[in-house]
């Protein structure tokens, strides 16, 4: 699946949170957009998961406008882990993916044996199907965060949008998250906050400034000291992860 965005801009309340916003993330490639708070890194994320429509601009999912797709139609190409994700309580973590299949579902459909394999497989894929039973509400942070990756996997469609999927988790279960997203083969497009985990885990990062793009690019090409320095307000230095040898970054305040 590729995505393409062309020119995006996006308003709330009539106020300009993202301008002439254009990237692009080709068949499996892991895209970051990272950026300042407030950079409009969530409200551009939002007019991808059909959250909130563009003012200006176009989403394209392998051609086809995505706003111009039924819900059920866009639901198939593209799903979302958002960075807030309100459960019911009572539910088990299997009664939770299981809410990934309603695209695949027509009104009033009971759940079939396709569905109940997808389920099955999502809980296996992301390591938690020994929790296929428990409630939401026994489970971990990191183990929540989990369930709810396999709800979007059974949607079983080839975009994956993720708002800051590693916030509130400790340090083992955000690598072990990235690790798994970037398993996955799917085409991903992921807010993170964490310039390190940018520079390890993606192939493109796209940094927001103000709402426009300030920067493009492989990640070790665009996260240079003096770029960092100008758009966070930090003093960086970047060298190869003395364990796994990825690209990594260690930041310190602004120079006195």
Sequence with gaps: ???????????????????????????????????????????LLRTVYRSLRPSGGVVRLDGQDLWGMRPRQAA???????????????????????????????????????????????????GMAWAAERLMTTLSGGERQ?????RALAQQAPLLVLDEPTNHLDVGSQLLLLDLIRSLGLTLLAALHDLDQAA????????????????????????????????????????????????????ASPAR
């Design 76 to 126: 198939r190409h593209r799903a979302v882990l958002p960075q807030h994700s309100q459960v019911a309580d009572g539910l088990s973590a299997a009664d939770v993916v299981a809410t990934g299949r309603h695209s695949h579902q027509r009104l009033l459909d009971r759940e079939n044996a396709a569905d109940r394999a997808a389920v099955a497989t999502a809980l296996e894929r992301v």
């Design 200 to 251: 390890a885990y993606a192939d493109q990062v796209v940094v927001l400034r103000g709402g426009r793009v300030a920067g493009h690019g492989p990640p070790l090409e665009v996260l240079t000291p003096a770029f960092i320095e100008e758009v966070f307000g930090v003093r960086a230095h970047i060298s190869p992860h003395p364990i796994t040898g990825r690209p990594h970054i260690a930041v």
């Design 146 to 150: 989990r369930v709810l990756l396999a």
């Design 1 to 43: 699946m590729r995505l393409d965005l062309a020119g995006v801009s996006a308003r709330i309340d009539a106020r300009p949170i993202v301008e002439d916003v254009s990237l692009t993330a080709g068949p499996g490639e892991f895209v970051a957009l990272i950026g300042p708070n407030g950079s409009g890194k969530s409200t």
